[in-house]
C-alpha cells in the first residue's frame, strides 16, 4: 500500500450523479465492501448500526420519490441505507458484552467494570443526545465505506438529500428502535455522467489544517 | 490495492491505548494523512471545518487535564483537533463559491445558482441543528483519517472522552465560531499495550447487515 495509491484514489473519487445501472459491484469487492463497514470503529465499541442493503427495485422506487428523485437510489449496484438506534438501552449494552465474552473467551465478571460504566455513562445517566451521537458514529462508517470504495475504483455518493422520516416509514421502521441517518449509493459511474469531468473543488491546505 | 490489503489493514488497526512516544510519522505518511482530510467528502462540498494539529508539549498537557489524563494526547506522533463551525454563515457559502470559481476557472454567474440554494437551505431558512450536521461532516473525515492510517500501517485512536468546552477554553476557540468535535491521536504502538493482542470484537455480519 503506498503513498501514491491511496492520494490517487481519493482524488479519483467523486459523488457519483448518474450510474451505469447494468455494471455490478462483484462478490470480492462486495465483501470487502461489507467489511468496512463491519470493522468501523465506533464509541465504546457498541455498533449501534445496521446497514440495510436495498435490492427490491419496488422499494428502491419508493425510496427514490422521497430522495428528490435523485436516480442513484435506482440506478446503482448498491443501495445501503445506514440505520442508528434511537435511543440507548440496557440490552444494548449487555449484547456487546456478551460479544465481548464470546470473542474474546473471557469470563463475564472480568468484563463488568466495563458494562458498568457503559450503563452509567449511556443508560442510567441517559445520554444527553443519543440520536445524534449513534448517528455521529454512522457516519465514521460512511467514511470507511467510502474510501474502500475508492480504493477499489468503485464509484460512490454520499446521500443525505432525502426524508429520513419517509425513509423510516417506508421501511418499516416505526416503533423498531431504528431510525433512518443517511444512505450511500455504489457502484459504476455512467459515461454521461458530467460531473466526473469537473475539477475537484477544496479549500486550501493552509485553510484547513493548522499547527499550533 | 487488492481487497485482501484493505481488510487485512482494517483488521490490523485497533484503538491503541498506549503510543510509543519516541516514534514519529515520516513526512511522506503525514503528507498523505493531511491528503485524506482535505480530500474528505463534505454535504455540498462546504468543508465546514479545520484540524488544529497540536505540537506544544504544553498544550498537550493541558488538553490531556481535561481528556481524563489519556495519555494518547502527550505521547502520539500527531494529536489532531477536528473543529467544527458552530453556526452556518453567508460567508462560509460565498467562501466556497468564490473557491468553486478559483478551481473551476468558471463564470461567478454560472454557480449562482448553487450558492442561493445553499443559502436558502442552509443560512435564510436556517439549518435546524448546524453543530450536529457540521459534526456529523467531521466524522466522515475521522473515517478518512483512520482507514488511511490503518492502510499506512499507522496506529490511531478516536477520541471523544474529553471535555470540549475545556478544549474550546484552552485552545482560544470562544466567540471565533469554531468548536472542538473530538480529536485523533496518531502514531506507532507502545509495545506495552496490551490491548494491541485483544482480539477484535464485532457483531457478526448477520446482525449487522440486512438485504431487502
Known amino acids: 500500500m503506498t503513498n501514491s495509491h491511496i492520494k490517487e484514489a481519493l482524488q479519483w473519487r467523486y459523488a457519483c450523479k448518474k450510474f451505469d445501472s447494468t455494471k455490478k459491484i462483484s462478490e470480492t ?5 461489507k467489511d468496512s463497514l463491519i470493522l468501523t ?8 448500526m445496521k446497514f440495510l ?18 436516480s442513484q437510489v435506482t440506478d446503482s449496484s448498491h443501495y445501503v441505507v445506514f440505520l442508528t438506534r434511537d435511543s440507548i438501552k440496557e440490552e444494548d ?9 464470546e470473542v474474546r473467551e473471557v469470563e463475564r465478571a472480568s468484563v463488568e467494570g466495563y458494562e458498568n460504566m457503559m450503563l452509567g ?7 444527553p443526545d443519543p440520536v445524534n451521537w449513534t448517528k455521529k458514529q454512522a457516519y465514521i462508517a460512511m467514511g470507511f465505506l467510502l474510501e474502500t470504495a475508492a480504493l477499489l475504483k468503485i464509484d460512490s455518493v454520499p446521500m443525505e438529500g432525502l ?14 428502535g431504528w431510525t ?7 457502484g459504476y459511474r455512467s459515461q454521461d455522467d458530467q460531473y466526473q469531468h469537473a475539477k475537484k473543488v477544496r479549500f486550501l491546505e493552509k485553510d484547513l489544517i493548522e499547527y499550533i
Open 41 to 48: 470503529p465506533t464509541s465504546y465499541g457498541l455498533q449501534l
Open 121 to 127: 455513562n449511556l443508560v442510567k445517566a441517559p445520554h
Open 93 to 101: 449494552v449487555k449484547k456487546f458484552i456478551d460479544r465481548i465474552v
Open 180 to 186: 433512518t441517518a443517511m444512505t450511500v449509493a455504489l
Open 53 to 70: 442493503v436495498v435490492q427490491d427495485p419496488e422499494l428502491r422506487e419508493k425510496l427514490k420519490a422521497v430522495s428528490w428523485n435523485q
Open 163 to 176: 426524508d429520513p422520516l419517509a425513509y423510516d416509514k417506508i421501511l418499516n421502521l416505526e416503533g423498531s
Open 29 to 33: 469487492d462486495w465483501t470487502t465492501l
